[in-house]
């Protein structure tokens, strides 16, 4: 098991339980550079099956997933394999910054997260939420919180036995006492979601 599961199951009882029941997460380990954030954008504010279909076009319209092959097409064509006007102008401003070296992925490894951050979500599309993903994804960052997840909301509402939702406001506080092994925290949180999901259906 990895230390940082061990040391948030102290942290949080409630946490040791999911491992006891579900076992250790799957690694959420991406590779880094355009393709993956260019994947994330897909991802965003779209279910889970929705992303998958649109991304199996897109990387079937493009051929190679990289600048150029984003460049090379306008709006309408990258609209053709599946994205929104929005983000098909999201792919295009990232193509942009990762071929005129704006964005160094390269670069972003030696940043402190909040550097990586603040470095990223100056490209249009990119928001802390994307960026916090490609942290504790990319980089295995072992203390990143993406609060603004909807999943990771719901999670802690049934887990922690919360009457409500809490809010984006409220999810900071809440797993501050879950530091340095906040990425631990979101990935027990986002295993337990899955099976929430499936009890749910099968109810």
Known sequence: MEDGFHQIGLLEPRFAEVLKRHGEPPSRKRPGGFETVLKIIVQQQVSI??????????RQGLGTVNPGAVL???????????????????????????????????????????????????????????????????MQRPDIWPAADIALMEAARDLL???????????????????????????????????????ETAG
């Open 72 to 138: 090379v097409r306008d709006d309408a064509a990258l609209r053709g394999f599946g994205l929104s006007r929005q983000k098909a102008a999201y792919a295009r401003s990232l193509a942009e910054a990762v071929a005129s070296g704006q964005l160094n992925f390269r670069k972003l490894r030696g940043m402190e997260d909040e550097a990586v951050i603040a470095d990223l979500v100056q490209i249009k599309g990119i928001g802390r939420w994307t960026a916090e993903i490609y942290l504790l994804a990319v």
């Open 161 to 199: 036995g919360l009457p409500v939702r809490p809010t984006i406001k409220e999810m900071t506080p809440l797993a501050a006492p879950w530091r340095p092994y906040r990425t631990y925290a979101a990935r027990l949180l986002w295993l337990h979601y899955r099976h929430l999901n499936r009890r």
């Open 49 to 58: 099956a929705s992303a998958d279909a649109i991304w199996r076009r897109l």
